[in-house]
């Protein structure tokens, strides 16, 4: 149960802190589904990769948890250390490129914050989360023509709303 824990602990509370802002309920969500892990553990099908099923019970939960606070807002990332994404560093060579990075890194975020819940999520799962189109159509239950058509949608949508913040 510990090496579960160690391997998908990390990945289950950042997949929740991009969907909902909030590190408090984020470990609590990534609690609950270890929970579910564990009692569940008899259903899980070995013909699915483990961490596919992992990230299918962490999708539902969201689900549900969207489903019982449909007036959820969503708060932008601020710029303290406990509470900002956790994005690549990059070789940055003047202040101002690291300015300009920062700057970006923001544009961005809060434009992601502002999509569509299914949106958010699929693009997280997709690019923080580094999932594979694969796993998440078996996350979603979709065929992966619907799902790229989404994904595609979704990334649309991300350069509307990035430059629409550009303009504000």
Do not use: C
Not at 16 to 42: G, I, M, P, Y
């Amino acid at each position: 149960m510990e090496l579960l824990v160690v391997n998908y602990q990390k990945g289950l509370f950042n997949y929740f802190l991009k969907n909902l802002s909030d590190r408090e309920l984020s470990a609590e969500l990534t609690q609950e589904v270890f929970l579910k892990v564990f009692t569940k553990l008899k259903t899980y099908d070995f013909h699915f990769k483990f961490s596919t099923w992992v990230y299918s019970l962490a999708h539902n939960l969201l689900v549900d948890f969207f489903r019982k606070k449909k007036n959820l807002t969503f708060t932008s990332f601020s710029n303290k250390e406990d509470s900002s994404p956790d994005f690549p560093e990059l070789n940055t060579v003047t202040r101002e490129d690291t300015l300009i990075q920062e700057e970006t890194s923001e544009k961005v975020w809060n434009a992601v914050e502002s999509l569509p819940e299914t949106y958010r999520e699929l693009l997280i799962m997709r690019y923080v989360n580094e999932l594979k189109y694969e796993e998440i159509a078996q996350i979603l239950g979709i065929p992966m023509g619907t799902l790229k058509n989404k994904i595609f949608r979704a990334k649309q949508k991300l350069v509307e709303t990035v430059g629409e913040h550009d303009k504000t």
